[in-house]
């Protein structure tokens, strides 16, 4: 049964600068209805008034429709997480010097448990749930290296009718006993996966490198040879996060002329590869990143946490290459977009100095500083929704509200808490609205969620 919202309805113009992208229709007209292969997808949006008389027409054929006013409620799209870990849903906030230890202390003894069927299902459940929770609707996802941690998110996703993207995680050597994979096996149980899961309802299939240290040459030649002959299956792994982490990685490939370079090398970078963090980039990299039609996931709250330094958002912009938001929990804080949004507007703020260290040294002994950038909550919002969509090349099809988007989408609540009530009201403009809401907002903000239509939170 099609059904319509009468509200203020947020959505983004994809030809415009993503800066100046967001359009929020004061009294706004969202129908949803069935296209012809059966899937919830929006038929209308755009101003109440406006839309009135094709709004009558649609009525006269679907007398069924439901009509829902909500004037003081917000519904925008449903967020797009392009990198998270749901095995580490129960190590977020767990502290160390940094990335490698925090994988050896915390990171892989917790996701050795994911060889349990049981334990798997109980977690995907919770994460599902915490993404809805949260208004994400669609997750690019890793697992962990053990099959059933595959089924059992896919199963999990897909009883949600969640659009939801994960692959077994490969990691042949320097991996722990109960996580370390074996090669042969690994790219067989991949292909088998992929086969099952890949295209089914909203699902969908990403080839899984946990990255380059992790993996050995024949296993990343496997997985090179299946992402050619699979081009619309996603590839996600993680490059250039932290200073140690990248000497480890040369020192294992040291032909490479950089640490992005070993993907591109056995044909791991494509359009639908997304690698996690891009962060100690060169000019040469990000150039690769630009021409191969990869996608940074930028995580900021995972970035400051473990101390990895800030995505240069000016350097990306500047190579054209793209990029989006991502929550990268357990390393990252926070399930919630608004948390995400925020950090990363104080990354941009940063100037995407190396590290902590380089922005010191920049400011305190006369090194050149670099200018900070002040992200447009429009930018910011985008990064989460629209533009994380196109990261995925999903772009049309989910992240916005426009005709033929499926229709996940969630209902904001700017009085959810008395801060967010007075700040919001006292907004003047678009730009300040929605800073409010990312400064101040958590899931408290997320009224419900749709998928779909059906209410999932
Ligand atoms: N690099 C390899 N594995 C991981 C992981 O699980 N989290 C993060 N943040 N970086 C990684
Ligand atoms: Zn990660």
Request: net charge negative; charged share 20%.
């Amino acid at each position: 049964m099609p059904q319509a919202y009468r509200a203020r309805i947020l959505c983004f113009d994809p030809n415009a600068e993503p800066s100046q992208s967001a359009r929020l229709e004061e009294d706004g007209l969202l129908v949803i209805g069935a296209n012809e292969e059966g899937r919830q997808v929006v038929q209308m949006v755009g101003d109440y008034n406006s839309l009135a008389n094709s709004f009558e027409e649609f009525k006269a054929r679907h007398p069924d429709i439901k009509v829902q006013h909500l004037p003081d409620r917000i519904i925008a799209p449903g967020f797009v997480d392009t990198h998270v870990h749901y095995p580490q849903t129960d190590v977020i906030g767990s502290p160390a010097e940094g990335l490698l230890p925090w994988l050896e202390n915390y990171t892989f003894p917790e996701e050795k448990k994911f060889v349990d069927k049981e334990y798997c299902a109980s977690v995907a459940t919770f994460f599902i749930a915490e993404l809805l929770r949260n208004g994400v609707t669609t997750a690019l996802t890793f697992a962990t290296s053990h099959v059933a941690s595959v089924d059992a998110l896919f199963a999990e996703a897909q009883k949600n009718s969640l659009r939801l993207i994960t692959g077994k995680c490969m990691q042949d050597r320097n991996s722990p006993d109960g996580v370390r994979d074996e090669t042969e096996q690994s790219l067989i149980d991949t292909e088998l996966l992929m086969h099952k899961w890949h295209g089914v309802d909203r699902l969908g299939y990403a080839f899984t490198p946990r990255f380059a240290p992790s993996c050995s040459d024949a296993q990343l030649r496997g997985l090179g040879e299946l992402a050619a002959k699979y081009p619309d299956v996603w590839i996600q792994s993680h490059v250039a996060e932290n200073v140690e982490e990248i000497s480890w990685a040369l020192s294992l490939f040291p032909q490479a002329r950089s640490y992005l370079q070993i993907y591109d090398d056995f044909g791991l970078m494509r359009q639908r590869s997304v690698y996690a963090h891009c962060i100690h980039l060169d000019a040469t990299d990000r150039t690769l990143m630009q021409s191969t039609g990869a996608a940074a996931s930028v995580c900021p709250t995972s970035n400051l946490f473990l101390g990895s330094g800030f995505f240069d958002y000016r350097a990306a912009d500047d190579a054209g290459m793209q990029y989006a938001l991502a929550s990268d929990v357990g390393g990252g804080t926070s399930f919630s977009p608004f948390h995400t949004m925020l950090a990363a507007y104080y990354v941009g703020r940063s100037g995407g100095r190396a590290t902590v260290k380089t922005a010191l040294l920049d400011s305190y002994q006369g090194g050149q500083p670099r200018l900070g950038i002040s992200l447009s909550p429009q930018d910011l919002w985008w990064q989460h929704t629209a533009g994380a969509a196109k990261a995925l090349g999903l772009d049309g099809v989910i992240g916005n509200l426009a005709v033929g988007c499926e229709a996940d989408f969630v209902i904001l609540n700017p009085q959810a808490t008395p801060l967010l009530a007075r700040r919001t009201a006292r907004a003047e403009s678009l730009d300040e609205l929605l800073f409010a809401m990312i400064v101040l907002g958590d899931d408290r903000l997320i009224e419900k969620t749709v998928i779909s239509q059906q209410l999932v939170a």
